[in-house]
């Protein structure tokens, strides 16, 4: 299975080891886009060790796309990613993908989830795991876990 990976931060990096160790994916079948951002280096460090390619280009350009096309992968994960995926990419995977959304959907689509239910006064937020689709945050809801 070949899996493009759309990560940021911390989560990005836990996510990429979970792909590697529980998945069982191997190096060479994983494309990643991620961010040239202080706090993405230890995940940028790990790809670059473990010989993972990689991309901090916008997703949304000719050469990405491309690139995708060329690698043609099954599967699309994202884990914090921070630009908006477009349907020329999504439309790419034979199954699809997926997201990990740091809210309970439908509450606080888009950005800076996490903040917005603090500045609300939630007792309980959590995460949710959704299919990808062109409609930011829409997709059906896979799994979900309170906080």
């Known amino acids: 299975m070949k899996i493009l990976y759309l990560a940021h931060g911390p989560a990005g990096l836990k996510g990429m080891e979970l792909i590697l160790k529980d998945l069982k994916i191997r190096a060479k079948d994983i494309l990643v886009f991620t961010f040239r951002l202080k706090e993405n280096i230890p995940l940028i460090q790990k790809l670059s ?20 096309k060329n690698f043609s992968p099954d599967l699309i994960i994202s884990m914090h990613f921070r630009e908006i995926i477009p349907s020329e990419v999504l439309n790419i995977p034979k199954l699809g993908g997926f997201n990990l959304h740091p809210s309970l959907l439908p509450k606080y689509r888009g950005c800076l989830a996490g903040p917005w239910a603090i500045i609300n006064g939630e007792k309980i937020t959590g995460i949710t795991y959704h299919y990808l689709v062109p409609r930011i945050d829409q997709g059906a809801i896979i799994i979900q876990k309170e906080i």
């Not at 060790?49 to 280009?57: A, C, F, Q």
């Open 49 to 68: 060790v473990l010989g993972i390619n990689y991309s901090t280009d916008k997703i949304k350009n000719e050469n990405s796309l491309e690139a995708i």
